[in-house]
């Protein structure tokens, strides 16, 4: 049994962790690169374990990696070889259980917890390039190709011994099946995958999280599923309309519930805790049982979550 099912098996919720880029720029990281948080995997490395290990603190359970818009072009264009750019990949994973171990190692961290869990993420083909297609999913690639593009990152993870696989903000269905598919050159490897979505039904590309829900309910080696980097006010009706075609365990990580102005670059809102972590009250009992943050969301958003959800009743 792969160890997120096996966590689930005994819990009702696993607490998911909160954004890694913009808690970055929160303490005075400039991402403005193409590489964006894979960036700081090159220069400032210390500074994603210290972030990881703050969100354990806050009550995380499941760590997600810094490899989102990693990607082996990626750092090549950076003037880095193949072997080294395999190697922040493995790098990325290397990084989240360090922390996951320094917190470990405090027998006071452990009173009602479970040793945390490492997802390694991999984000769409779009994030690599930089230009918001990864909110679109309108590339011009065919099923095979996109395999060919996360093979080798999907290896270099797998060989860094994450716990599960976080293939996130996917924005097409295309994708999804590419994921999946190649998944399956890695038979002892399992992953959840998580799709970005434009309103309550749809995800950006514009299937329906229903249809992606039913074929991914008959993949083995996925083992949940849902929706991140999404507007919160869309999930009661996304998670409802998943749970209507799977008996997967469902995925729910939204954004902060601020607004990004891609013209301008900037966040418009409030990001309140207490409001969010309320809300994610909501999804659970909808059917959500992954459950943290995506962008704008922060180590109080992550432990506002957790004070209830580590107070439910264990299975």
């Known amino acids: 049994m792969n160890p997120l099912t096996a966590w689930l098996d005994r819990y009702p919720v696993l607490v998911l962790d909160g954004a890694l880029a913009t808690e970055l720029e929160r303490r005075g990281c400039d991402l403005r690169d193409p590489l964006w948080s894979a960036k700081m995997l090159i220069e400032a490395p210390d500074q994603i374990r210290a972030i990881h290990e703050e969100y354990f603190q806050a009550g995380a359970d499941c760590a997600i990696t810094a490899s989102y818009q990693a990607s082996v072009a990626g750092f090549q264009r950076r003037a880095l070889s193949q072997p080294a750019a395999l190697a922040l990949l493995r790098r990325s994973v290397e990084l989240a259980m360090e922390a996951r171990d320094t917190f470990w190692k405090n027998p006071d961290n452990r009173n009602g917890r479970e040793r945390p869990l490492v997802a390694a993420s991999i984000g769409p083909y779009g994030a690599t390039l930089a230009d918001g297609s990864e909110y679109r ?122 607004s990004y102005d891609l013209a301008r670059r900037v966040w418009h809102g409030l990001a309140d805790p207490v409001k969010f972590a309320t809300e994610a009250k909501d999804w659970h009992e909808a059917g959500a049982r992954l459950i943290g943050g995506c962008c704008r969301t922060t180590p109080e958003h992550i432990r506002a979550i957790a004070t209830w959800a580590h107070s439910l009743a264990v299975k």
């Open 137 to 258: 999913g309108d590339y011009d690639l065919s099923e095979a190709e996109l395999m060919a593009f996360h093979r080798p990152r999907m290896a270099a993870l797998l060989e860094a011994g994450p716990d599960v696989l976080a293939c996130e903000t996917i924005p097409c269905f295309l994708e999804a099946r590419a994921l999946s598919r190649l998944l399956a050159e890695f038979p002892n490897a399992s992953a959840w995958i998580s799709f970005s979505a434009k309103d309550e039904a749809r995800i950006c590309h514009g299937e329906t999280l229903a249809e992606c829900a039913a074929w991914l309910d008959r993949q083995p080696q996925i083992v949940a599923l849902g929706v991140n980097c999404t507007a919160p006010r869309y999930l009661p009706g996304l998670i409802q309309a998943a749970r209507s075609v799977t008996t997967k365990p469902l995925v729910a990580y939204p954004n902060s519930g601020e």
